[in-house]
């Protein structure tokens, strides 16, 4: 059975200008998400910030986020490393602190080969008994899944069952579900290729975009499940302007600067992330006004 179906949202962690968690504001965010019809919590990943966290401060963030969901929606857990046994640890963690799944990006920096990323991933799925969702961003990790690997590990290691595939190759994607088949669910991890994916049997989108159009997000995705293709597509078409400009520099400043300019008041960025520059705001704030989104 699928860990969700539609849009799961890569929220953002709200900090206080001292660089600490916001907490408060972290309960309003997933709040409104639930009641904006968001079908999942993607925790402590990249949009996340947890690259700058502390593991005590990853902890704390996901068993936050899972007290407050309470079983609403599923929460599922960023803890990837380019650290086996730290993946292993993070993981064990997050089982422990009651998220529903766990998100694995691939090893960043030190890399591996494929034959690596099978004794990685074998690893830390060893460790616990959550479902486990791969995750493929190359861009971001100079690491890439391999069709074959994941289809290995899908049909291989009984508790990963999902992929985030955030790799920008349509055709890599197709050969993995040609693959696959049924052993991997397909997330797309990019907000502009949804529909895309979708229609090579993905089943939903892991989104940045979710953070600031939840319900649109999700009602995109469903749309083109329910078998109304054509307004899906004219959904994803519409809200390119906007996924533009949410990339024009590195995820997730642009998302919090969009949620700012809402009036949301999540903070700031951790360095080595930091202010967006004036004019890439002014480009972002017109596709938001574009879109329909106020302004605060």
Do not use: W
Request: proline residues 4%; glycine residues 8%.
């Amino acid at each position: 059975m699928a860990i969700f179906k539609g849009a799961g949202v890569a929220i953002v962690t709200p900090m206080f200008e001292d660089g600490s968690v916001n907490y408060d504001k972290l309960k309003e965010i997933l709040e409104e998400q639930i009641a904006k019809e968001t079908d999942a919590i993607i925790i402590c990943g990249t949009t996340g910030e947890s690259a700058t966290m502390s593991e005590k401060e990853h902890s704390e963030v996901i068993k936050f986020a899972v007290d407050t969901v309470a079983k609403r929606i599923p929460v599922i857990a960023g803890t990837g490393s380019n650290c086996t046994q730290t993946a292993i640890e993070l993981s064990k963690q997050a089982e422990e602190d009651g998220a529903d799944a766990l998100l694995l990006v691939t090893p960043y920096y030190n890399k591996a080969t494929q034959n690596g990323l099978i004794a990685h991933y074998t690893a830390i799925a060893e460790s616990v008994s959550l479902p486990i969702i791969l995750y493929n961003v190359p861009s971001r990790t100079g690491c890439n899944i391999l069709p074959e690997t994941a289809a290995y590990l899908g049909k291989n290691v009984k508790n990963i069952v999902a992929i985030k595939e955030a790799s920008g190759n349509i055709s890599q994607v197709a050969k993995l579900k040609a693959l696959a088949g049924d052993s991997l669910d397909i997330y797309s991890g990019n907000d502009d290729q949804v529909i895309p994916l979708l229609s090579l049997g993905g089943i939903g989108v892991i989104s940045v975009l979710s953070n600031v159009a939840p319900k649109f997000t999700h009602d995109m995705v469903m749309k083109y499940l329910e078998g109304d293709h054509e307004t899906a597509l004219n959904m994803q078409l519409e809200a390119l302007p906007l996924i533009d400009a949410l990339f024009c520099e590195v995820n997730p400043i642009p998302v919090k600067t969009a949620m700012n300019l809402m009036g949301k008041e999540v903070g700031p960025l951790r360095a080595p992330l930091t202010v967006m520059e004036e004019a890439h705001q002014q480009r972002l704030a017109q596709a938001m006004k574009d879109f329909g989104i106020e302004l605060a």
